[in-house]
């Protein structure tokens, strides 16, 4: 359909629309107006015709009052024959009036006289018993000279309408003579008369009698008035006259013709008729119009453009006359065909160059359409193909063979057109070369695939400096893995004969085995202090070595400021006052606890404080301050030293460097304490400056965050994953070495018990430890101290040993000759007749989360103190007993939850069991369970969203926890049981490799170390 067509349509579906508005709402108004008319109308109609009969009742009454007033009136009720009412009254006194029946009753109430129109209606000369029995009740009587009744009367022949009015004795006089009752029928001449007053029909019904269609009309109105149009086009009303008791008597229906309404349904046909013809009038002239002004010429633009399209002549230009929006547009086509004709060349120019570029480049690239013909290839491609660009479009790209494996499942082009992404793959040629391969889809706007680029880039130099550099990388680290290896054996190497200097050092000082004299305590005072130096230098080569290599690793906690800094006050005290020294430690108020390492935050304060008393001349002064701003710890170490020279502070914090030569010899010192508490400062991601001038003192400040940083900057933690891995074996692995052992046929001696000297056999304490002088250093210690000591050289001897002694203690070393330590713990734990014996580990090995997290009670570094091992043996004995526990099980197995139950219920445990993380998190937080058993993989809520609730709430943060499993652990749930395991009490046992005295020993260590622990915060 043209142009001019569509303007027709359009124009005459418009005058269509409007007609059908302009009918819709002349006929809305029609039904409206005429409607509300009738209904005007019929109600003036209703009231004209009740004012009617109401002036008809009131032209009755004004008659009674005239006869009731009149003098022979008067005489016919005074006289003595009233019976005889011709003697009395003119014959034709209420004849004249058109009465229907005329009573005189006298005061009494006695009818003197009774008339009636119709004399049928008289009962033995008597009235009606209906207006009998309203004389005889006195509702028609007057008794007053006030007194009257009017209105409608219902009788059993029809209603009627009566006026009652009192007959008084004489004018002026009081006395009431008796009552005159006369009324009117309301028959049809009544209604007749009723009819030429008001020009409408006008009918009467009884109740009893009213047809059914106007009853319900009747009874849906108000109950009074109503209006109802009927079949033969009538509007009828009706209205209803009340009796003189005000009860419904009769019903009036008044009708009226519709003449209105016919007369306004004729005149819109009119109108109608006349919109429609001036409609077509209309529509046939603008349709001409528009055909002259705007559809020729339009016509006239759309054949131009498609002559334009067809033969893509730029050069042709469109003339349209007039000065409107249309030549607007003709002026506006011309111009964009001049801007496409330029566009056009440089369309060409850019071809060209493009063309030139990408013939240019080394890489091979070859356009093809989506099935794989080349459309396009540069001239690198061509010269490795050997080959004319003629000669190659067109082509199947497998048949080329262009940098494609034999088959279509590799090739990164047949991947990139079945995935629609960008393929890279890498392809060997047979001339020995390595090429990266990418495939590219091409897609339009609309995201249909419309071909597919190929790039292949020669990378044999890469990968051969890429195999390069990854021998260079493995020779590092197998460099790294060496002088990780050396450390470790160093550390033992020299930590295990510092530890038997010192210890045996110490029992001479204590004078164990007797006095010394006095250079013999002198000397023994020398070797000790050489040996913590050494083992203080050592241990500072070793912090170093792990915070360059990335393995230090901090261990937070909340703790007071003010308690780290009483111990570090403690310790150097003795140094300060032997140099006279003013030392002071003070802290801001509101500053009270941080979140750090506070091991590492006493190294660092000790280092600080202890030069600065070293290079403070005697009666000096040195200042400790910490306060806090904004989120960080702010604490500075200030002395009156011999200060540092601008010059040398550039060095100060460099590994093995001390200021000049001459400090060198006059104050020991390697260099190393300063580089490694900038190192622990800046891993606690923290920052360290100093200031000073030379003679005058020194001034070191670092801030480090008040709070645990969101991720710890820490090296990875292989202790953990092996421990994983290694409660990953069934328990037939995890005792491998006990079987070893059994099928070896190797009897095992028990060791020799050295009693304590006092005589009395106190707890056996078995001591592991493969040197024989850290063993012997240990039995003298506990020894001295009361316990009975067995001692035992290898792992592979500590089972059976255990097993046939039943020690209450063992001490274990980690690193042994024979096997791992850490193995050897795991299988004590794991064997139900030694899984209750509490272990202490005391090792080299600073690993004391592992020990723990393997079932250890405490775990030590040699040199472990006296005071420290004689305390925690204390506590084993002391607090080894546990009031009842209640323990929840978290696992969505019911077989799981009602397994653990049967394990632990018998010790006499509250077991509280919830079959679900989200029951289980309900019941954590309402029941506070002392000790948490979980499983990590549960369907609704999974064990490391219970952890996270679990440790964000405080009331519940520290309820010991043992994570009880059959899942496999990747690398993020490593890594969240390690943060676990660093800041909370954390055992792991894996299902199916425990029996009920290894849990219920777990419980009852774990159990003894929270309250171990709530006991250490209480003291800080």
Request: hydrophobic letters at 40%; glycine letters at 8%.
């Amino acid at each position: 359909m043209n142009v001019s067509k569509k303007v027709l349509v359009i124009i005459y579906v418009i005058f269509a629309l409007l007609i059908s508005v302009v009918i819709f709402a002349s006929q809305s108004i029609l039904d409206s107006s005429f409607s509300d008319l009738e209904a005007r109308e019929a109600i003036d109609n209703m009231e004209n015709a009740k004012n009617v009969i109401d002036s008809q009742i009131l032209e009755l009454d004004e008659a009674n009052v005239a006869f009731s007033s009149r003098a022979e009136v008067r005489a016919f009720m005074q006289s003595s024959y009233p019976g005889n009412i011709s003697e009395t009254l003119p014959d034709d006194i209420f004849s004249l009036g058109g009465y229907d029946l005329i009573f005189f009753v006298n005061a009494s109430g006695d009818v003197l006289y009774s008339y009636f129109l119709d004399s049928e209606r008289l009962i033995g000369g008597l009235a009606p018993p209906e207006l009998q029995s309203k004389i005889n009740d006195g509702s028609l009587l007057c008794p007053a000279s006030t007194d009257n009744v009017s209105g409608l009367l219902m009788l059993e022949n029809g209603p009627v309408i009566i006026s009652c009015r009192p007959i008084s004795g004489s004018s002026g006089d009081e006395e009431i003579l008796g009552t005159l009752i006369i009324g009117r029928d309301l028959d049809v001449g009544f209604v007749e008369s009723v009819q030429k007053i008001t020009g409408n029909p006008l009918m009467l019904y009884r109740l009893d009698s009213v047809p059914a269609n106007f009853q319900e009309a009747f009874f849906e109105s108000d109950g009074q008035t109503c209006m109802n149009t009927i079949i033969d086009g009538k509007v009828v009303g009706y209205f209803v006259l009340n009796d003189i008791t005000g009860e419904p008597g009769v019903m009036v229906r008044a009708d009226m013709d519709r003449s209105i309404y016919a007369e306004g349904q004729k005149s819109l046909r009119y109108i109608v008729l006349f919109l429609l013809f001036a409609g077509l009038l209309v529509g046939g002239g603008c349709k001409l119009l528009m055909d002259r002004e705007f559809v020729s010429r339009i016509v006239e633009i759309d054949g131009f453009v498609d002559k334009v399209g067809k033969e893509r002549d730029y050069a042709e230009r469109l003339s349209v006359e007039g000065d409107d929006e249309l030549s607007r547009l003709a002026c506006g086509i011309n111009g964009m065909l001049e801007s496409l004709s330029a566009a056009s060349e440089d369309l060409e120019v850019q071809e060209h160059e493009k063309k030139v570029i990408l013939n240019s480049l080394s890489e091979l690239l070859v356009f093809m359409d989506p099935e794989c013909r080349v459309v396009w290839a540069n001239k690198a491609s061509l010269d490795y193909l050997g080959m004319k660009l003629k000669d190659l479009v067109g082509q199947k790209f497998e048949k080329v063979c262009l940098l494609c494996e034999s088959g279509r499942s590799g090739s990164p082009v047949w991947l990139a057109l079945n995935s629609g992404k960008e393929e890279v793959g890498e392809i060997s040629t047979p001339d020995g070369k390595v090429w990266m391969v990418r495939a590219n889809p091409i897609k339009d706007e609309e995201g249909r695939l419309t071909g597919v680029l190929q790039t292949g880039l020669d990378i044999t130099a890469h990968k051969l400096s890429e195999e390069r550099l990854l021998s260079a990388k493995l020779e590092a680290e197998d460099s790294s893995r060496a002088k990780s290896e050396f450390l470790a054996n160093m550390s033992h190497e020299l930590r295990t004969p510092l530890n038997s200097i010192i210890g045996f050092s110490d029992i001479l000082l204590e004078r164990v085995f007797g006095e010394l004299n006095e250079r013999q305590l002198k000397y023994i005072n020398n070797i000790s202090r050489s040996g913590r130096n050494l083992l203080e230098l050592i241990n500072d080569i070793l912090d170093l070595s792990k915070v360059e290599a990335g393995k230090m690793e901090l261990h937070y906690s909340e703790f007071s400021l003010a308690a780290v800094f009483e111990d570090v006050r403690t310790v150097l005290n003795p140094f300060a006052l032997s140099r006279s020294l003013d030392m002071t430690f003070t802290i801001e108020p509101g500053f009270s606890n941080l979140e750090a390492d506070r091991n590492r935050l006493i190294q660092i304060l000790y280092n600080l404080v202890s030069n600065a008393i070293k290079f403070t001349p005697d009666g000096g002064k040195v200042s400790v301050y910490g306060k806090k701003t904004g989120d960080y710890a702010l604490i500075s170490v200030t002395d009156t030293g011999i200060g540092i020279s601008g010059e040398d502070q550039e060095k100060l914090f460099q590994p093995f460097t001390q200021i000049d030569a001459s400090a060198s010899r006059q104050y020991c010192g390697t260099g190393l304490g300063l580089a490694l508490v900038k190192k622990i400062v800046e891993l606690h991601r923290g920052v360290i400056r100093v200031e000073s001038e030379f003679h005058k003192g020194s001034a070191f400040t670092f801030s480090i965050p008040l709070k645990k940083p969101g991720e710890i900057r820490k090296a990875g933690n292989p202790e953990l994953e092996e421990v994983l891995l290694e409660f990953e074996m069934n328990k037939k692995a995890a005792l491998s070495v006990k079987k070893s052992v059994e099928t070896s046929g190797h009897a095992v001696k028990p060791p020799e018990i050295i009693f304590p000297e006092s005589g009395d056999g106190g707890e056996l304490v078995l001591v592991v430890d493969d040197d024989n002088n850290s063993n012997e250093l240990l039995s003298l210690v506990l020894g001295d101290a009361g316990y009975s000591v067995a001692p035992v050289y290898l792992g592979r001897d500590v089972l059976p040993v255990a097993k046939k002694l039943k020690p209450d203690v063992i001490t274990l070393d980690v690193f042994l000759p024979d096997t791992n330590g850490w193995l050897v713990l795991k299988q004590l734990k794991n064997d139900p007749e030694t899984a209750r014996i509490p272990v202490l580990i005391i090792s080299m090995a600073d690993k004391n989360e592992l020990g723990i997290a393997l079932g250890a009670l405490y775990s030590f570094t040699k040199p472990i103190k006296k005071v420290e091992l004689l305390t925690s043996l204390e506590e084993i004995r002391q607090k080894f007993k546990f009031e009842t526990l209640k323990v929840l099980i978290v696992d969505d197995d019911e077989n799981a939850v009602e397994l653990l139950n049967s394990m632990i219920e018998p010790e006499g445990f509250e077991v509280l069991k919830a079959y679900g993380g989200r029951e289980g998190l309900d019941r954590l937080f309402s029941d506070r369970p002392d000790i948490l058993i979980l499983d990590l993989m549960m369907s609704d809520v999974n064990g490391f969203d219970v952890i996270s609730h679990l440790r964000a709430d405080p009331g519940t943060r520290d309820i010991p926890l043992i994570v009880c499993t059959a899942g496999e652990f990747d690398e993020k749930n490593i890594e969240e049981l390690n943060n676990e395991m660093q800041d909370h009490l954390l055992s792991i046992m894996k299902k199916g490799t425990f029996g009920r005295k290894e849990l219920i020993n777990r419980i009852k260590q774990l159990t003894m170390l929270k309250r171990h622990k709530d006991e250490k915060d209480s003291d800080c």
